[in-house]
């Protein structure tokens, strides 16, 4: 399996401002997404990043609130815009190499929003 | 759209007792299944998976689980739980497509 990092690793954010969280991986993958896991509850997923194009947002995201870049097959961003103590979750990538394949994933990236 | 139950949220067991975590699924058509591990302070882990074939998979650590498609069901079973095996447990499906939706977890802890 692949090698997925995720920096920074944890943060503490003021209200309004907005944090970009980096997901790295050792191989190219076809596949790259990310999902939020607020406290105490399961994981959820935010949106597909594609390669090449714009990203494919699950129902209640919007590309506004959290921009997703992947500017290639091994990287990708995921920026949480003008935060609220709502946005306080558990930030993670997962990768795969095909639509239906095994997703892995990232050590995550813990948000505390004061 | 699909969805994943999981019934039982927490679960506390001794040692050495026999483990076993519903997990049900709601899609008709050709699904992948999926048993995910976070153990405290650690990231999510890949337990062990279905796609087709034996319907009894065996994953890591002693873990299986058995898809019975009749029950739309994929349980998660240890015989003989340890310690170490204190974590979350969720399961997970997808279809054809990317998506890879969630049960809401299950919480276990083994009491030494």
């Known amino acids: 399996s692949a090698v997925i990092s995720q920096k920074p690793s944890r943060d503490i954010c003021q209200r309004g401002t907005s944090l970009t969280i980096q997901c790295q991986v050792d191989?190219?993958?076809?596949?790259m997404f990310w999902y939020r896991q607020q406290p105490g509850q399961s994981l959820t997923l935010i949106a597909t990043?594609?390669?090449?194009?714009?990203?494919?947002?699950e129902s209640g995201f919007v590309i506004d609130k959290f921009p997703i870049s992947r500017p290639n097959l091994t990287f990708s961003t995921l920026t949480v815009s003008n935060m609220s103590p709502e946005d306080s979750s558990i930030y993670l990538c997962s990768v795969g190499t095909s639509g239906a394949d095994t997703q892995y994933f990232g050590p995550g990236t813990r948000l505390t929003v004061l | 759209a699909q969805s994943v139950s999981q019934h039982n949220h927490h679960v506390i067991l001794s040692e050495a007792a026999s483990l076993e975590l519903g997990c049900n699924y709601s899609?008709?058509?050709?699904?992948?299944l999926f048993w995910y591990v976070q153990y405290p302070g650690q990231h999510l882990q890949l337990l062990l998976k279905y796609f087709s074939g034996d319907p009894l998979v065996k994953g890591i650590k002693g873990f299986e689980a058995e898809f019975i498609k009749s029950k739309f069901s994929f349980n998660l079973r240890k015989p003989s739980v340890q310690w170490s095996d204190t974590a979350e447990y969720f399961c997970a499906v997808n279809n054809a497509g990317n998506m890879l939706t969630f049960g809401g977890g299950t919480r276990l802890m083994v009491k030494p």
């Open positions: 191989s190219q993958v076809t596949m």
């Open positions: 990043a594609n390669q090449g194009s714009e990203a494919t947002y």
């Open positions: 899609y008709g058509g050709t699904v992948n």
